[in-house]
């Protein structure tokens, strides 16, 4: 597709996380700044869980790029591992550090050097951990050992985990005890999915009234539930349609036919009126 066409410098709408197109929703700024709070607060484990789609891990990548320059970090994507050891060789190849050749025990002894010494240096490393759901009972003892690591003085690593609600249901209880911080991203308003489809032309260089009609964005926002993969998907969609079409505005046609290409209603009847912004909750903490 020429996006030079429709007034683009690059593809909006993208299908993975975005942090030069982030959308300072509501319920994504109280997430990261329960991160913040808690890294700053020197706690060792958090949850941070929502539902597919709706930003967890665009909030976790928020949070990272926001600390000090000089704090050491990691984000471990998708995680499906099988064993300890390919936990530890992620993290080390993030940190920049050798990690083959080594058995289990030394991949566990070389991490935990690696974040004493960063702690020494005077940073706790930040660990992200996505798509934690996956983590099973003997890999969530290990991350438990990692939030546990410090020193007199401090947690020689602060651990996010991010995963879907089920995550927070079956956690072992003397896990649960550690996590400190347990933050939920819920989906966006209609008023703020609006505002998100154009974000991501304006970070991509477009001009949003021209490049979609009014009814067109309100439709989308209407339709998409506020989960911003969903308006990404049905917005892209509609994109390449209006393409192909050689139109050079996404209009109504164009959004329903992608709507419909992707399951979601199209029945003007069953939209319900838009609903306030729901108001961020305060984090919970619970002691160590």
Known sequence: MDFAAFGLTRRPFRPTPDTTAYFPAATHEAAVASLREAFESAEGIALLDGAPGVGKTLAAMRFLEALPPEVPRVI????????????????????????HGLSEQELRLAVADRLLGSLAAGHPT?????????????????????GNLETRSAKAAFVVLVASPVLRDRLPAAFAQRVAVRSRVEPLSVEE???????QIEACGGDPAELITHESLSLLALRCGGVPRVLNQAANVAL????????????????????????LSTDVEDVEPPKPA???RPPKRRSA
């Open 76 to 99: 471990v994507p998708g995680i499906r591992f099988a064993r300890p050891s390919d936990l530890y060789q992620s993290i080390l190849f993030d940190l920049g550090a050798p990690f």
């Open 126 to 146: 930040a660990i992200v951990l996505d798509e934690a759901q996956h983590l099973g009972s003997d890999l969530l003892e290990e991350v438990r050992l990692l």
């Open 193 to 199: 999915s609006t505002r998100f489809v154009a974000r």
């Open 240 to 263: 390449t349609l209006t393409a192909a079409a050689g139109e050079a505005v996404v209009d109504c046609e164009a959004v329903l036919e992608a709507l419909g290409r992707l399951g």
């Open 278 to 280: 729901a108001k961020p």
